[in-house]
């Protein structure tokens, strides 16, 4: 299964450095990439991955209830960071050529 | 902002609702946040009712009826247009073949519009905007499921 979309790539990449709730990760985000995710797009992502398996929710007595990337989820983010190393490097070779 | 977690899911409330109330107190409002919990909202209700099967049928059910009322209304305004324009002929027949007869005239008519509105005069205006509704009606009903698939 596929990732569809860069906000699902932005978690997993977010949650790969630790279990984290939505505040904390949409901060992450935006220091990682400069892009503050809204809630209606973070939440929507996160409803996408916890359906497909690629992250799981932790208990928690608060209201803020933190996720960890499941090893389903770490698999995903590898191989879309694999293949964007390849994109990268096309690219770049691409444009010194240019 | 809080009242826009209204427009979500019951479901999705009852799972997200709370985590999302947290980052609506905290975080930032404004009409971005709130364009933002809209499309979510409409995610959400695709994402609902993708994972329910009888949801799924009943939606894919009520697109098909959507597409076929939109084809006979489209063909309807068709058929008086073309009527009017033909006083002489009294004799409607109507039928699959006759139907697409009469659309595929009509739409050779509408290649030269302009020459065909300076013949026809402006009176059929309304018929013609209604038609274009129509077939912009049925563009977005026919679009409408890789539209909801692309709203994140």
Redesign the interface.
């Known amino acids: 299964m596929a990732l569809r979309?860069d906000?699902a790539l932005l978690i997993l990449t977010s949650l790969a450095g630790g279990a984290k709730?939505?505040?904390a990760m949409?901060d992450d985000i935006a220091s990682i990439t400069g892009v503050r995710l809204?809630?209606?797009?973070?939440?929507?992502?996160?409803?996408?991955l916890e359906?497909e398996g690629m992250i799981e929710a932790l208990e928690s007595a608060d209201?803020?209830?933190p996720y960890q990337i499941t090893p389903e989820g770490r698999r995903h983010l590898e191989a879309e960071i694999g293949g964007m190393k390849g994109l990268v490097a096309i690219g770049l070779r691409r444009l010194k050529r240019a | 902002m809080k009242s826009f977690l209204k427009l979500y899911p019951r479901s999705?409330r009852q799972?997200?609702g709370?985590?999302?109330?947290?980052?609506?107190e905290?975080?930032p409002g404004g009409p971005?946040?709130a364009l933002?919990?809209?499309?979510?909202?409409a995610?959400?209700y695709a994402?609902v009712v993708r994972?329910n099967r009888i949801l799924s049928t009943a939606g894919a059910y009520l697109h098909g009826v959507c597409v076929a009322v939109l084809l006979q209304a489209i063909g309807f305004v068709t058929l008086v247009m073309v009527a009017q324009g033909s006083p002489a002929e009294t004799n409607v027949a109507i039928g699959p073949f006759d139907l697409a007869m009469v659309q595929m005239r009509t739409l050779l008519r509408l290649g030269g519009l302009q020459s065909y509105m300076m013949s026809r005069g402006v009176s059929e205006w309304p018929a013609l905007l209604l038609l274009v509704c129509l077939v912009a009606a049925l563009a977005l009903v026919v679009a409408s499921p890789r539209l909801l698939r692309s709203v994140?």
Do not use: C, K, N, Q
Request: glycine share 18%; proline share 4%.
């Open positions: 979309d906000a709730h939505g505040y949409i809204g809630p209606g797009t973070l939440y929507g992502a996160i409803g996408r359906a209201r803020r209830r | 999705w799972r997200y709370p985590e999302m109330e947290v980052l609506l905290e975080g971005g946040v933002d919990l809209l499309f979510g909202a995610a959400a994402m994972s994140r």
